[in-house]
T-cell receptor, first 110, second 118 residues
């Protein structure tokens, strides 16, 4: 079982709709969770961090964390073509390391 | 703030040669830097973690004699791929944290280096 799992997609959403991305993790003791956006050929860009159960909103992005169920999700509201990218879920592993999921490719169609 | 510069962005080299990649934190002191490798359509795989002034800690399966990491100052870490072979062709990405970022497990990434070994 992979430590951090994501659906690879592509997740196709129409412009203006909500994109919903999910991530599950295996280490029940994980405390820190991150969503990164990666455009093709570029390096990851941090968009959200979440540390406690519940929702955290930042602009059009909302991260949701449920430690009991070991999943973290990302909602992108009012999706724009510029949101088309691969979204990586990352979970703090042992020490200061991050373990990344395989990423979900999102395609926003005008 | 939190800008990480990585150089070069793209390098082509002949098989058997060595390549050095630099990672610099421009506006903070990076006590810890991380080196990742990403193959096409795959996620980031951590290669090693380096703390300023200490030897790097390599992940299982990563050859420390092949991938030399030096973190001699709080703003610079280098990765040298020695005797590169075509299978080393990949996207290499560094990230950096200072103590405050590290407390929250936040890493800021450089732009990456695409290595092609002929």
């Amino acid at each position: 079982q992979k430590e951090v799992e994501q659906n690879s997609g592509p997740l196709s959403v129409p412009e203006g709709a909500i994109a919903s991305l999910n991530c599950t993790y295996s280490d029940r003791g994980s405390q820190s969770f991150f969503w990164y956006r990666q455009y093709s050929g570029k390096s990851p860009e941090l968009i959200m961090s979440i540390y406690s159960n519940g929702d955290k909103e930042d602009g059009r992005f909302t991260a949701q964390l449920n430690k009991a169920s070991q999943y973290v999700s990302l909602l992108i509201r009012d999706s724009q073509p510029s949101d088309s990218a691969t979204y990586l879920c990352a979970v703090k592993a042992a020490g200061n390391k991050l373990t990344f999921g395989g990423g979900t490719r999102v395609l926003v169609k005008p | 703030g939190a800008v990480v510069s990585q150089h070069p962005s793209w390098v082509i080299c002949k098989s058997g040669t060595s390549v050095k990649i630099e990672c610099r934190s421009l506006d903070f002191q990076a006590t810890t830097m991380f080196w990742y490798r990403q193959f096409p359509k795959q996620s980031l795989m951590l290669m090693a973690t380096s703390n300023e002034g200490s030897k790097a800690t390599y992940e299982q399966g990563v050859e420390k004699d092949k991938f030399l990491i030096n973190h001699a100052s709080l703003t610079l870490s280098t990765l040298t791929v020695t005797s590169a072979h075509p299978e080393d062709s990949s996207f290499y990405i560094c990230s950096a944290s200072d103590l405050a970022f590290l407390a929250k497990n936040i890493q800021y990434f450089g732009a990456g280096t695409r290595l092609s070994v002929l």
